[in-house]
């Protein structure tokens, strides 16, 4: 046990850079959380890490009836795999691929305990690295009315099948379902599902872009001052009859 003023013992390392050999291991770790970090939104698909294959173009694809994650290697930089405690006694068990620099481009966390992550990269080599933090939570207190949660509410009403879409340099990752239902708390508007969860900082939204083409709609999250995030949700026109978005 830690206290949060102590800098906990690292169990943090540096893997060899090789995205698929490792990817492939990722089906060894048992139940996995993948998650692929949009400015302000991050989507995580949960289950059995599926097969890897690679793409005409090079990347890698890890794909089964409700998701997708796909990766450049090109894009990755480094890997580390940490089992480390944090200050606030909870375990960090994953594996993640990082861009030059050093953000995560997807990160593999092992959700079966720390014995099935080792057991997957054994005998690779590995070189000790310095403790890192998990990332800070966002402090800004999410409002009832915040624009994120709009289109979500709407499909929740309207009990349709959605895809949301993450998408950063070096990775996009997608889910395709019902969206049970929106939850606000800790400054995050929250899809919390058993194969998905979505955490969109408070604030992080200012306004969804439709594009219709024919019975399908799109609807792409923007910031303040009018950028593109990196998140999408697509439906029919039916998912978001409620939105309360422009049309």
Known sequence: MTSPDTTPASRRFALPLDPRGILLRAARMGRVLVGVRAPGALLERIGPFDPVVERGDGWLVSENASGRTAIDPAAVASIVTDVSETPHDTLLTYVDFLDADGASIV???????PELLEAALDG???DPLPYVPPLPRTTIPVDQNDPGAL???????????????AVRPGAEQSHTGTVEAVRLGHS????????????LSAGAVGAWRRNTEGARVTLAAEDAEGRPIGLTVSGPASAFAEAGVPA
């Open 107 to 113: 990160k593999v966390t092992a959700l079966d305990g």
């Open 124 to 126: 690779l080599p590995r």
């Open 151 to 165: 289109p979500f509410r709407a499909a929740v009403a309207s009990g349709e099948t959605v895809t949301l879409v």
């Open 188 to 199: 995050y508007v929250n899809l919390i599902q058993s194969d998905m969860h979505l955490h």
